[in-house]
Structure formats: structure tokens, C-alpha cells
């Protein structure tokens, strides 16, 4: 196989709809906030339920993968790069809000994503 953009997109994109299991820490929304020039991750705290869904520890209710979810953060992580987001949450934040290596590989990605797209302006989506 060639190393080509889109090569190494139909992978990543075959990989993204492998199943993970969800880690019991919580979750983050990460989003670009230009104006400021900052990568964005907001934590949320959930409960891993007996069918390895994530649910709302005030609620019980399940967390919906899609769609819009009212629900109130713990915390926001700010960083100007993907290192700076990471030191902050894996280094400086006691306890660590991720409990799952994979969790954390994933949110590497996703922070050095969001990095190239607020430097190169083009749009960020989570994966």
C-alpha cells in the first residue's frame, strides 16, 4: 500500500470504528477556541454501567454517544499545544481524570489533531 493521504485516512477511518472500552474516569469534548488560540478539552465524570455504557452518576441515565447532552463539566483544560494540554492533564492534575492507557493515547491524538487544525485553520471534529 502506498503512503498516501488517503491511504492513511482509510485506515485511520477502519480503526475509529473499532470498539474501546470506556473509561470509568470520564470523558473529554475537545474543541478549538480561535479567538483565543487555544485547544480546549472539557472533562466529564460518568459511571461505567454493567453493559459497559457510560452513564450519568447524578441521573443513571445512559450518556447517548451522539447528539447533544445537557450536562455540566468538572473541569476545562486549556493548552496553546497538544504538549501543553497533555502535561497539564496527565502531569499537573492529581488525580489524573484518565485511568486507561488507551484513553490516553487516544486524547494525544486528538489534542496534536486539534493542534494542526488551530495552527493551520482548518476545522477540527472530534473523532
Known amino acids: 500500500m502506498d503512503l498516501t493521504a488517503e491511504n492513511l485516512a482509510a485506515i485511520d477511518d ?7 472500552d470506556l473509561d470509568p474516569a470520564g470523558y473529554f469534548i475537545i474543541y ?4 483565543a488560540g487555544l485547544i480546549s478539552a472539557k472533562h466529564f465524570t460518568n459511571v461505567i454501567d454493567e453493559h459497559g455504557l457510560a ?12 447528539g447533544k447532552v445537557q450536562r455540566t463539566h468538572t473541569t476545562v483544560f486549556t493548552g496553546r499545544t497538544a504538549k501543553e494540554l497533555c502535561v497539564k492533564i496527565f502531569e ?3 488525580p489524573c481524570p484518565v485511568s486507561l492507557f ?11 489533531r486539534a493542534e494542526v487544525a ?7 471534529v472530534q473523532d
Open 14 to 20: 477502519k480503526l475509529s470504528g473499532r470498539h474501546i
Open 32 to 35: 478549538l477556541d480561535r479567538e
Open 55 to 66: 452513564v450519568d452518576p447524578e441521573t443513571g441515565k445512559v450518556i447517548p454517544a451522539r
Open 92 to 94: 499537573e492534575t492529581q
Open 102 to 112: 488507551d484513553h490516553a493515547a487516544y486524547l494525544g491524538r486528538e489534542f496534536v
Open 118 to 124: 488551530l495552527v493551520t485553520g482548518q476545522e477540527y
